[in-house]
């Protein structure tokens, strides 16, 4: 679909009787329809290299492993898939008609209590870490083991791809912040080559799982219990990880929202239910990995903010980059 026939689809809906009006979002990937009571998520028809919904099997074929996936983590929030038609009234869902797309159908949480809005205002706190750590952990338990050795020189060009926003870096920042950047990365492939064994071990023992790939904040609601949502459906390679990458991801978030505190609650809960922890180089590979997740997302700040000029891209780059260096200096010392 195009965004214009999106638009129209919205008018599928009525505004509610509350006077709740539907709402459409946007991201580089998809669309999502807001209603009252309802979710629904539709891809974009492209395509990058990382991912392929071009044709209208493949979006098809994504909304169902979406869901797949995602009631792994949580049941009763991802409903189904649906789809889209075009009548002669107009587009809408889950009617009868010709088929010109799918969505994800998703019961509708209480947007008030995702996780980052709740970071931001303090009121998270070592109770809902313990139940998040929990819930983690035991997803990660019952997953699949991805049985494959750790690609040392992938691990290194991915790192090294931050490079690729250098200018918006020193644009920003100055020309010093870029010289940093091309320390950062000669010491990134050198300390890879020292956790390199260590890497390989984990694999061996089934540290490298089926798991979410995108676990921060924004994909996790704090209900009486968590709900965590939205994984990564569309590129195994991003979501098959070692159980330590994702729990970088969650405490660099952490760290982002200002939140350090929650780390070691969440970490002590985690390691009660899946002690994946068993020596120095496993905390060496869990800070890499810290890095590893500020550096990704620094590089998406970047483009943000190369793209459209984009005020709170341009502050994300700042604030990331300082993360990013604090990160850099403290393995330095290690």
């Given at each position: 679909?195009?965004?214009e ?22 991201t ?27 044709t209208l099997?493949k ?43 799918y ?10 209590r995702?996780?980052?809005k ?26 699949d ?10 691990m ?49 023992q089934?540290?490298v ?25 569309f ?28 780390e ?42 190369m793209?459209n ?26």
């Amino acid at each position: 679909m195009t965004r214009e026939q999106v638009q129209a689809l919205i008018q599928f809906f009525p505004v509610s009787g509350g006077g709740y009006a539907p709402q459409l979002l946007e991201t580089h990937i998809s669309w999502v329809l807001l209603t009252k009571d309802w979710a629904f998520k539709l891809k974009k028809p492209v395509q990058f290299d990382f991912l392929d919904f071009s044709t209208l099997e493949k979006r098809r074929h994504y909304c169902q492993e979406e869901v797949r996936l995602n009631n792994r983590l949580t049941q009763g929030l991802y409903l189904g898939v649906v789809p889209v038609v075009r009548t002669a009234k107009g587009f809408q869902l889950e009617g009868k008609g010709e088929v010109v797309d799918y969505a994800v159908k998703m019961k509708r949480l209480d947007n008030s209590r995702q996780m980052d809005k709740l970071l931001d205002e303090g009121q998270v706190d070592s109770t809902h870490m313990e139940q998040l750590a929990e819930q983690l952990a035991a997803f990660h338990l019952r997953t699949d083991v991805i049985e494959k050795t750790a690609d040392l020189e992938a691990m290194k060009e991915d790192f090294a791809d931050l490079d690729t926003v250098k200018g918006q870096i020193e644009k920003q920042l100055g020309i010093e912040a870029g010289r940093e950047l091309s320390t950062c990365i000669t010491f990134s492939r050198n300390l890879l080559d020292k956790l390199a064994p260590r890497l390989a071990e984990r694999s061996q023992q089934g540290w490298v799982v089926d798991g979410h790939g995108d676990l921060h904040s924004r994909n996790i609601f704090l209900l009486p219990e968590p709900v965590i949502f939205d994984c990564i459906e569309f590129n195994p390679h991003f979501r098959e990880v070692d159980v330590l990458n994702e729990l970088a991801f969650l405490c660099m978030d952490l760290d982002f929202h200002g939140a350090r505190h929650l780390e070691a609650p969440l970490l002590q809960a985690y390691l009660r239910e899946n002690p994946c922890v068993s020596e120095d180089a496993d905390w060496a590979i869990f800070s890499y990995y810290k890095w590893y997740r500020a550096n990704v997302r620094l590089k998406v700040s970047a483009l943000k903010a190369m793209q459209n000029g984009n005020a709170g891209a341009e502050s994300n780059v700042e604030e990331y980059w300082q993360l990013f260096i604090t990160y850099y200096h403290s393995l330095g010392k290690g």
